[in-house]
């Protein structure tokens, strides 16, 4: 029997994955990698982290060398060798290499060529201090910079590396401007999230400039002074660019390969791309989003190690092959002292995809509330209003967000509606949780919600309850003081039952908005005046959601007063 030759396009966390997979199930095989850059195996999500110093060893990055991998499993790994063409009816690669171009044939050919760092047209994005961060060199030039004296620098750019190259850079001592031409920070974060995240970005030091785009990058003296739309311009010694990504497809795309109109390479369920024997997986490739539908590439390393190991299963025919799942996005990133994660689809893609949702807040502490180092979880969990179907998580806190959004991650693959949560047994002692776990809190009031027995109303509903209900705050009149919506009435749910006559006649017919801190004590409120027969809803998540909802225009909107 011919011994089958597998030419992989690209190793990291994809094309190596495939490899050792293949080896693993084929001893006879030939199998060989080719890595353009110098490194094929490395912790890319460790970059950032290499700049801005906790990570001190460079060579830690590097996860494997082709001399381990020759010596462990046999695989022919060329690095400096990049693919200049394909050939597909001839089954053949060109390979620009170090000494000189080369033609190799190929029995099975998998692409994982990754994905370059996205260059707008932005007049002096050339400059010398612009930089990307993609592999090991650009982070040693980055860090080479930093010890070289750096004293400022601008990030382009506050998706998911964006931030932890902000963080680094202000933990290393520069004074860092943080621009963001989306809304917020974070952009797949909800606003009300990625507010916190922002306000934790202030407190480490970073200049934040969110809702700003870059016209022009010009130079002054050797460094770069970047101009922003509203006028503004920052210099900086160090400019980051990190403002998405473009897949590295275009040589298999102009020979016949199947890509969506931004590059993603099209793939079936098992990773077959449209030309025979040829398959793709990782940041190159599409994904379809588990809750929308949407296709589109998954930047993230777990997905591209998974779909490596099931599209060698595929290719091997060993065993039944599994198909590659599709996307949750779950994904994670410290910021400062907080902790921002999600899973799931959130409000733009389930509207893009014209997917009813409901939206519940909450505010839980991560352990018992009685043992000492309780910190505040803020939860935002978007369900079916008719099924009760998860359809995405998102959380910010301290401690312990981690663990509920790999809990809401499986229950999302697994299928579970939100009142299924409630079902869960989950572990607990004072120092991890409580015996009311956070995740199962979401199971109660999804389970409250979806019966009719809560009734809400939420911060974009805050024009409809000035309008046309009556506003009723059941915090303590001091809480009430430290700010509150104009016109709102203020009693103490705990009096609410011997005023109830007083707030009927202050409704005058309308319903009763009703809000407290976190959610808690209107929703009791609530419930009083539904026994009593009134209208009324219940402000998912309270203030502690409306303030971040609002975010700087908080201050605005709400009426502070001295303590009755």
């Known amino acids: 029997m011919a011994v089958e030759r597998f030419v992989i396009v690209g190793g990291v966390a994809g094309g190596m994955s495939a490899a050792a997979r293949l080896r693993r199930l084929d001893e006879r095989c030939e199998i060989i990698v080719l890595e353009q ?98 592999t090991v060199p650009d982070a040693a030039a980055m860090r080479g910079l930093v010890q070289a004296g750096a004293k400022r620098a601008v990030v382009l750019g506050a998706g998911f590396v964006g931030l932890e190259t902000a963080e680094g850079l202000c933990r290393q001592g520069l004074a860092v401007t943080l621009v963001e031409a989306a809304p917020h920070v974070l952009p797949p974060l909800e606003r009300e999230l990625a507010w916190l995240v922002r306000q934790e970005l202030v407190r480490l030091g970073v200049a934040v400039r969110d809702g700003a785009a870059v016209t022009a990058i010009e130079d002054t003296d050797g460094r770069a002074l970047v101009r922003l739309a509203d006028g503004s311009a920052h210099t900086a010694d160090l400019v980051v660019l ?128 009685y043992f000492p180092g309780a910190q505040t979880l803020h939860l935002v969990v978007h369900l079916d209003p008719a099924t009760g179907r998860l359809l995405g998580a998102q959380a910010v806190g301290g401690a312990g967000v981690d663990k509920r959004i790999d809990v809401l991650a499986t229950a999302l693959r697994a299928g579970l509606s939100a009142p299924d949560l409630i079902d869960l047994d989950l572990c607990y002692s004072p120092p991890y949780g409580s015996a009311k776990d956070p995740v199962t809190m979401i199971g109660f009031l999804a389970d409250n919600v979806l019966s009719g027995q809560t009734v809400l109303w939420h911060p974009e509903d805050l024009d409809w309850a000035e309008r046309e209900a009556l506003i009723l705050d059941v915090r303590t009149p001091a809480e009430f003081a430290t700010g509150h919506l104009p016109g ?69 909107r709400l009426v502070t007063e001295a303590v009755r």
């Open 242 to 369: 990190s403002i998405g990504t473009v897949p590295n497809t275009a040589v298999f795309s102009e020979a016949g390969l199947a890509t969506t109109p931004r590059g993603a390479i099209l793939v079936d369920a098992a990773g077959r791309t449209n030309l025979p024997e040829v398959w793709a997986l990782g940041d190159a490739a599409v994904s379809v989003d588990a809750v929308t539908g949407e296709r589109r590439p998954v930047a993230l390393a777990g997905p591209a190690n998974r779909a490596g190991r099931l599209v060698a299963d595929a290719i091997a025919g060993t065993r039944p092959a599994r198909a590659v799942p599709s996307a949750l996005g779950t994904a994670i990133v410290r910021v400062g002292e907080l902790t921002a994660a999600l899973t799931g689809a959130n409000r733009a893609g389930l509207e893009a995809a014209h997917v009813p949702y409901t939206t519940l807040h909450t505010h839980p502490i991560h352990h018992a509330g």
């Open 488 to 556: 709102a009435m203020n009693v103490s749910h705990t009096r609410l039952r011997d005023r109830l006559d007083e707030v009927v006649a202050a409704a005058a017919g309308r319903p009763v908005a009703v809000l407290c801190q976190s959610g808690v004590r209107s929703y009791i409120a609530h419930r009083v005046l539904a026994a009593a027969g009134r209208e009324s809803r219940t402000l998912s998540g309270g203030m502690l959601t409306l303030r971040a909802w609002l975010g700087a225009a908080a201050d605005e």
């Open 37 to 134: 850059g110098g490194e094929v195996s490395y912790a890319s999500c460790g970059l950032p982290y290499f700049v801005g110093g906790e990570i001190t060893d460079e060579a830690a990055l590097l996860v494997q060398t082709p001399a381990s991998l020759r010596a462990a499993l046999n695989l022919d790994v060329r690095l400096h060798h990049r693919v200049t063409g394909l050939d597909p009816a001839a089954k053949t690669v060109t390979v620009a290499t170090p000494g000189g171009e080369e033609r190799l044939a190929y029995d099975h050919l998998i692409l994982s060529p990754g994905a370059a760092a996205a260059r707008p047209p932005i007049p002096g994005l050339d400059h010398p201090a612009v930089h990307t961060l993609r």
